[in-house]
Structures are given as C-alpha cells and as structure tokens.
C-alpha cells in the first residue's frame, strides 16, 4: 500500500491518500526544496546575503512546522482507525471464532488476541498508515531541526562577521 506519492516529478507537493477517517493530505515542499538549494550559500555565507538567507531557511521550517502540524492531527485520526479496528475484532471476531473452533474462554489470551488481529485486514492496514504517517511527522521534525541548525550556523557566522571587524 503506496500511499504517500508526489504527484508529478516536478512538484513540491507531497500527498497522503485518505483513508477512513483521515482525510487527503497534501503537504507542500516548496520552501524546503528552494532552502536546500540554497545550503551552499549558506556554507560560504557573504553577509550581504545573510537576511535572504535567514528568511529562506525560517520560511522552510515554518513550513516544515506547518506540515508536522498536519501529519500530527491525521495521526491522532490513524490512532482513531486503529482502535475502531481493534475493537470490532475483540467484540465482533474473537468471541465468533472461539465459538466456532469450540475454545474455551480461557484460550483468549494475548497471543491468541494478536494473531486474530495479524490476520484481521482492516487492522493492518489501519496500523500500516499510522506508522506511514509517523514516519513522515519524523521526517518532518528532522526538517525543523535542519533550518534550526542552519539558523544557528548563520547567525554564528555573523556574529563572527561582526566581531572580526569585516562588518562595522
């Protein structure tokens, strides 16, 4: 199950297909893709670029922050399928099959539980896309965490710029 594509080769936008409960999410990437394009800059910082830059890579993590943001609100939705999943299994499925193979109720303990819902298709695919979508809010805090850092580097660089003289 695939659902997480860009839709063209050459857009910024990520989209995550809906699924039950959560809707169709597109998250853009445009901010992060022109900040990547501009870490060379960065790396040999000229302090006329410095506000162009700093903009550039505050304006990606805003929307790094915002897509988080997003993918945060679709997991508490995931957690939402997940538990209706498990909850058909445990009151619908589980008291059904172990009428059926004639178990007692003792045979209903966790192992047991748990291969009923490995083989339940609905709570896979439900625990498969909250942890799509937990990857990606990874993915998504590992870009804040990149413009932080660069921030940091650049205004070091500056601060090192002003104190050194070269801007006065």
Not at 106 to 134: G, P, V
Request: aromatic share 8%; hydrophobic share 40%.
């Amino acid at each position: 199950m695939n659902d997480i594509v860009n839709r063209e080769a050459n857009t910024s936008v990520m989209e995550v297909q809906a699924f039950k409960h959560c809707k169709l999410l597109r998250l853009d990437a445009t901010d992060w893709n022109l900040a990547m394009s501009r870490f060379r800059e960065a790396q040999n910082l000229v302090p006329g670029n410095y506000s162009s830059l700093e903009f550039c890579f505050q304006s990606a993590w805003r929307e790094a922050k915002r897509n988080a943001i997003d993918v945060g609100a679709a997991i508490c939705k995931a957690k939402q399928n997940v538990d209706e999943a498990k909850a058909d299994i445990i009151l619908d499925e589980i008291p059904r099959i172990l009428e059926e193979k004639g178990l007692t109720k003792s045979a209903n303990n966790a192992d047991f539980r748990k291969a009923i819902m490995s083989r339940n298709k609905d709570y896979t695919s439900s625990l498969e896309h909250l942890e799509k979508l937990e990857t990606l809010l990874e993915h998504f805090e590992s870009h804040m965490k990149i413009m932080e850092n660069t921030s940091r580097y650049l205004k070091k660089q500056m601060d090192y710029f002003i104190r050194s003289g070269v801007i006065g």
